[in-house]
């Protein structure tokens, strides 16, 4: 029971040593799937209460960072008297390969759901280098 | 490890730490883990919000009965052909059911639901009979 549990509930973002943010929110790991679609590369990222306007795709170097930025919705004067899930912000980080296109990076958003589509780079050929020898 | 019928059976406390915990999911005001709700409680209106991004809208049922209120709904796994391949799967897909109790009786006809971003909330207020009334003495 609490194994399944654990599965369905949002991890909260760690973070780093020495390092403190600047909004007074939590901030939650979203949940993901990678999948390779023939020249894609598509990662799914469950962020609710995230539209195309509150979420950041940065990709600085080979680091594609997906940050989610939520106006919690609170029902106007009513108490909250079952918490089941947190509110925050979403937040992760992914190493790229050099094999992605990454000017052709297309993301999209839908129902809480942020689809990231990575065209993979056209391979470049591997050159073989002749070896001469002295005779 | 794999038990038998019998040593279940021959060890009472495995069995009425079943017991209990089939006895305090009954009484417990929600029915199961997913989704997470949260409730919010204003007088004689009560708001359940929950996160279920990536549900498909049709299929997003919601039932009130006396003072129960029924959410089920199901989230397609995302289609792939088989030369395609998952390096992470964490996304969540299936059917989900899930009840939870109110104090108050609920008057369904008045009961307001929106899905927006992934987040479903449901306004649920109080049936107008069931509300404490001042009683005048003669």
Do not use: C
């Not at chain 2, 794999?2 to 029915?31: A, C, G, H, K, Q």
């Not at chain 2, 088989?82 to 109790?101: A, D, Q, T, V």
């Not at chain 2, 306004?123 to 009334?133: A, G, I, N, V, Y």
């Amino acid at each position: 029971m609490t194994d399944t549990l654990k599965e369905v509930q949002k991890k909260e973002a760690e973070l780093e040593k020495g390092v403190e943010r600047t909004r007074e929110t939590r901030v939650f790991t979203p949940a993901v799937d990678i999948i390779e679609k023939g020249n894609d590369i598509v990662i799914l990222a469950d962020m609710p209460g995230v539209d195309e306007n509150s979420v950041d795709v940065t990709l600085e170097k080979d680091l594609l960072t997906i940050y989610g930025k939520i106006e919690p919705e609170i029902p106007a004067n009513h108490k909250l008297v079952i918490s089941e899930y947190g509110i925050g912000d979403y937040q992760r980080t992914f190493t790229l390969t050099s094999e992605i296109d990454k000017e052709h990076i297309r993301a999209t958003v839908s129902d809480g759901v942020l689809r990231l589509v990575l065209p993979k780079a056209e391979k470049e050929k591997t050159r073989k280098i002749p070896v001469t020898g002295h005779a | 490890m794999t038990t038998t019928y019998l040593e279940r059976i021959l060890d009472p406390w495995r069995e009425f730490d079943r017991m209990s915990r089939l006895l305090n999911r009954t009484s417990s005001p929600v029915s199961s883990e997913y989704p997470a709700v949260n409730v919010w409680v204003n007088g004689d209106n009560a708001v359940i919000t929950t996160e279920i991004p990536g549900i498909e809208r049709d299929t997003i049922d919601i039932s009130v009965t006396g003072n129960t209120v029924s959410l089920s709904g199901s989230r397609p796994a995302e289609e792939t052909k088989e030369e395609e391949s998952y390096h992470r799967h964490e996304l969540w897909h299936g059917k989900f059911s899930k009840m939870i109790k109110l104090p108050f009786n609920i008057d369904a006809d008045k009961v307001k639901a929106t899905y927006s971003k992934g987040v479903l909330q449901i306004s649920l207020p109080q049936l107008e009979t069931d509300k404490p009334r001042k009683i005048n003495i003669k």
